[in-house]
């Protein structure tokens, strides 16, 4: 249902440059995240530009730092799940 992630870079303060197989591209900021204790390994950019993509819509920092792409996805979308599955729908039967 979701495109795959192809690439995912890192940029300044705490956001990424997201790439999906759809065409769908663009930042997203983690900014409100890097203050979290679960993402405490992001003290400083440094770490933070370790990212990488160990396995199907996952970013990960280390292996016991993974994010989902898929609701990174909506965000750049700006769309809902449901509206996902609607315009899946429509793809469909088209």
């Known amino acids: 249902m979701f495109p795959k992630l192809i690439d995912a870079k890192p940029l300044p303060e705490f956001a ?5 197989d759809d065409g769908t591209e663009g930042n997203i ?5 890097s203050k979290t204790q679960v993402f405490s390994r992001w ?3 440094i770490n933070f530009s ?10 990960a920092w280390n292996s016991e730092m993974e994010m989902d792409a898929d609701s990174l996805y909506l965000e750049l979308k700006g769309i809902s799940y449901d509206e996902l599955k609607l315009l899946n729908s429509k793809h469909a039967s088209a």
């Open 16 to 20: 990424l440059h997201l790439k999906f």
């Open 29 to 33: 900021s983690l900014k409100r995240w």
């Open 43 to 45: 003290k400083n950019e």
């Open 50 to 59: 370790e990212v990488f993509i160990p396995r199907q819509n996952v970013i």
